[in-house]
T-cell receptor, first 114, second 114 residues
Framework: EAGVVQSPRYKIIEKKQPVAFWCNPISGHNTLYWYRQNLGQGPELLIRYENEEAVDDSQLPKDRFSAERLKGVDSTLKIQPAELGDSAVYLC????????????FGPGTRLTVT | GQSLEQPSEVTAVEGAIVQINCTYQTSGFYGLSWYQQHDGGAPTFLSYNALDGLEETGRFSSFLSRSDSYGYLLLQELQMKDSASYFCAVRMGNSGAGSYQLTFGKGTKLSVIP
């Protein structure tokens, strides 16, 4: 069974530029999560989807961040414009149902904003 | 709000036993999870405790005391490959809605030395 796929793995951009991250969850997993992980910290939830509906986006900085999950499968997280403080690893995770206690994480996208 | 405390670093000798503690303060608590993350890798699920007591999975065990808001991860017969960061995460949410989320601690960096 293929795991959670994310691309790109690394991205370096200048501040004020836009950037997008893509995630393909495990097949059949209805719940998808985007996390941000700063160096030396644990993952912090940005947004959670159940199928195509964003059910928890309270931690998403909505002035510059946006996300979508069309057709309830793949998801894209966008930052526009990026700031220096956005440098982090962006992790995508999925689980079969909202009630499942195990989340399956992808390898993440390491973003560096210069 | 919620908070989790775990030691930032632990060093142990190959073949030994190490215990990583986690204390938490949160509302709407449903359980405590543990994840392992190697440098540059994805967090991977290790264990989940919803009830008080000890859960054993091979060389790894996890314990929870809900009354003390405390849990620990026990790693036995340490191997060099166990060198990684270990995160405790509280599972919170709304059982009526069947939706939950994880809040992660800052992680404990375990170094296994020969």
């Amino acid at each position: 069974e293929a795991g959670v796929v994310q691309s790109p793995r690394y991205k370096i951009i200048e501040k004020k530029q836009p950037v997008a991250f893509w995630c393909n969850p495990i097949s059949g997993h209805n719940t998808l999560y985007w996390y941000r992980q700063n160096l030396g910290q644990g993952p912090e939830l940005l947004i959670r989807y159940e199928n195509e509906e964003a059910v928890d986006d309270s931690q998403l900085p909505k002035d510059r961040f946006s996300a979508e999950r069309l057709k309830g499968v793949d998801s894209t997280l966008k930052i526009q414009p990026a700031e220096l403080g956005d440098s982090a690893v962006y992790l995508c995770a999925s689980s079969p149902t909202p009630a499942a206690y195990e989340q399956y994480f992808g390898p993440g996208t390491r973003l560096t904003v210069t | 709000g919620q908070s989790l405390e775990q030691p930032s670093e632990v060093t142990a000798v190959e073949g030994a036993i190490v215990q990583i503690n986690c204390t938490y303060q949160t509302s709407g608590f449903y359980g405590l999870s543990w994840y392992q993350q190697h440098d540059g890798g994805a967090p991977t699920f290790l264990s989940y405790n919803a009830l008080d007591g000890l859960e054993e999975t091979g060389r790894f065990s996890s314990f929870l005391s809900r009354s003390d808001s405390y849990g620990y991860l026990l790693l036995q017969e340490l191997q060099m490959k166990d060198s990684a960061s270990y995160f405790c995460a509280v599972r919170m949410g709304n059982s009526g809605a069947g939706s939950y989320q994880l809040t992660f601690g800052k992680g404990t960096k375990l170094s296994v030395i020969p």
